[in-house]
């Protein structure tokens, strides 16, 4: 159970009941941490701040004795599909789609006002394997409303369908005589073995300093072309600038923070081309504008019944309120492991100021943890946007 007290009662109690002082330098970062090297003085969402918890609260709980800790790694998207925009012009007369396995899924859904369904009878796909006419090349073929009732909602007009492994792969054209307006095409090749994924070299973008968006074929090869964009919340779009570097294409981005509406999760869009066959990849970072960051000193103080706390310094650039956490780690008599969770939040102004974590006695006793201590993973966030500000995932003995 989490026991939540306010900041001045909680520090009351350690204080009276405390036998030992001691301070402690905050150790180097390592290149998990996430460290900002300027701060931005410009406040952040003030309007949401102030809707937030105005009081100081600490709480503090344990966890199971079989918790363990990894650090977290970026996401890596892997694609199989592609979209593309196709004119009416071009369905009358007929797109050329290029597949690299049999059984590739279709969906056609339409750009503007108007939203008119394709029927599936005026579908004609012509590959290698013949012309295939009045639909005679899908199976499952379903409209928008079909859709919906199978909890995939798309456009109204839009029409999917599988192609027939009759149909083969390879150079192929799809072809709507009665085509009356332009469509997004969307395949999917779910039986390809040709991939395209996508990831970053990190979880959080920090506004002032640089990530890399790195792309791969799966057999590591070459592309013809290869491109993207990165795109902020309020839809600011930066074009991508990828260069061969081994078996990947690495894109690095100075990252402007601010010019997007800081924080928030930015999409990165990638596209590329490999003996015809197309591929689209999508994934996200998270982007942080840093107004505070961890000061370099740490003071813990032992309490007479077993009460730990650790007061670390904070220095503020632009007001809001801050929640520090961080992990207790311990020994439980047989080996070393972590045991409890401390969060301290409050409302900070601009300067050198300071966030104390409690882990209470009963929390410690109930973790099984006993000294020697250590504190581990150290997260600063700022509360009115949840961007973290700073990390430290090295263990800092007590």
């Known amino acids: ?14 204080l009276a009941q405390t036998t030992a ?9 390592s290149d998990q941490d996430l460290t900002p090297t300027t701060l931005t003085a410009s406040p952040a969402n003030l309007a949401k701040a ?27 998207a892997e694609s199989r599909e592609f979209w593309m925009r196709v004119s009416a012009a071009e369905l009358q007369s007929g797109k050329r789609v290029q597949t690299s396995a049999p059984e590739a899924l279709f969906r056609l859904s339409p750009i503007g006002t108007s939203k008119s369904a394709i029927d599936p009878l ?14 005679n090349g899908l199976k499952n073929a379903a409209n928008a409303a079909e859709l919906k009732a199978a909890n995939a909602p798309f456009p109204s007009g839009t029409l999917a369908f599988q192609l027939k492994a009759d149909v083969g792969q390879g150079a192929m054209q799809i072809r709507v005589a009665k085509a009356a307006q332009d469509y997004l ?19 959080t ?10 792309a791969a074929a799966n057999d590591g090869g070459a592309v013809e072309a290869i491109g993207g964009f990165l795109s902020a919340p309020n839809g ?16 690095t981005v100075a990252h402007d923070g601010l010019a997007g509406e800081g924080e928030g999760l930015w999409e990165i869009h990638t596209f590329s081309s490999q003996g015809g066959i197309q591929r689209d990849a999508k994934t996200v970072i998270v982007s942080s504008v840093p107004r505070a960051r961890l000061g370099g000193n740490l003071e813990s103080l032992t309490g007479k019944k077993g009460a ?9 650039a632009a007001a809001s309120r801050y929640e520090l956490r961080g992990v207790l780690q311990g020994f439980d008599g047989k080996t070393v492991r972590v045991g409890a969770v401390a969060s301290s939040a409050a409302s900070l102004k601009p300067g050198s100021q300071a966030l104390t974590l409690v882990f209470d006695a009963e929390t410690i006793a109930k973790s099984g943890l006993q000294a020697p201590f250590s504190v581990r993973d150290l997260t600063l966030t700022d509360q009115a946007t949840l961007a973290v500000q700073e990390t430290r995932q090295q263990a800092i003995a007590l």
């Not at 002082?21 to 970062?29: E, K, M, N, W």
């Open 1 to 14: 159970m989490n026991t939540i007290r306010p900041l001045v009662l909680s520090l009351a109690l350690v």
């Open 50 to 76: 102030a809707r937030l918890e105005t009081l100081p609260v600490q709480f503090a709980w344990v966890l199971p004795p079989e918790q363990t800790l990894q650090a977290q790694s970026p996401y890596a």
């Open 308 to 316: 730990l706390s650790v007061s670390v310094s904070i220095d503020v």
């Open 236 to 251: 600011l779009e930066r074009a991508l600038d990828f260069k061969r570097e081994g078996n990947q294409y690495v894109a």
């Open 122 to 135: 005026q579908v004609e796909i012509t590959s290698g394997m013949g012309t295939f006419a009045r639909g």
């Open 185 to 203: 095409l969307h395949v999917y090749e779910p039986n390809s073995s040709q991939t395209l994924s996508l990831k970053t070299d990190r979880i």
């Open 21 to 29: 002082a001691r301070s402690i330098a905050l150790p180097a970062a």
């Open 205 to 214: 973008a920090v506004h002032g300093q640089t990530f890399k968006v790195i």
